[in-house]
């Protein structure tokens, strides 16, 4: 997560928490209270609401959590990717390239695995099992779709 969308939202409502902090530490001890006590599904919709009423109190909107949230997905999203392209460097010599009857390819590797049709400009990509989508046909992607297919040019068919 990026430090600085943290650093910035309580920069922004620190003024917020100074002024009501004595209903934000009511509300920290009822939480607590509440998950002492209460042992059931009607504990957590408690909590939801207090937390939910201790937000709208503190002037701290949705729209704000929302930002922070979706910035939060996005650099785990482009964490995950990078992540992905430096796995297509290291395993795009080891990746097996298939060509499909349909008009398509497949390269698989042991936690890549990367589909599409053979004259188009995108392709679908999993990540060790997880669907990244579809990307476009970047330098990385074609790197290690060409890899694959020169290791399978380059292996000598196995004698019965």
């Known amino acids: ?7 910035e939202f309580l920069e922004h409502n620190w003024h917020i928490v100074q002024d009501n902090w004595l209903y934000i530490l009511i509300g920290l001890v009822l939480l607590l209270v509440i998950l002492k006590v209460v042992r059931t599904l009607i504990k957590w919709l408690i909590v939801i609401v207090v937390i939910a009423g201790l937000l709208i ?3 701290i909107s949705f729209e704000q959590v929302g930002k922070v949230v979706t910035q939060a997905k996005d650099d785990a999203i482009n964490k995950v990717q990078s992540e992905a392209l430096n796995m297509m460097i ?31 400009d995108k392709v679908k990509v999993w990540f060790q099992g997880m669907s990244l989508g579809e990307w476009s046909m970047g330098d990385t992607v074609k790197k290690y779709i060409e890899g694959a297919k020169g290791s399978a040019v380059t292996q000598s068919p196995q004698s019965p």
């Open 1 to 7: 997560m990026d430090k600085g969308v943290w650093t």
């Open 57 to 59: 109190y503190s002037g």
């Open 90 to 120: 290291k395993e795009g010599r080891d990746a097996q390239y298939t060509s499909n009857a349909d008009g398509t390819f497949s390269v698989t590797s042991s936690n890549l695995e990367v589909k599409g049709p053979f004259d188009g």
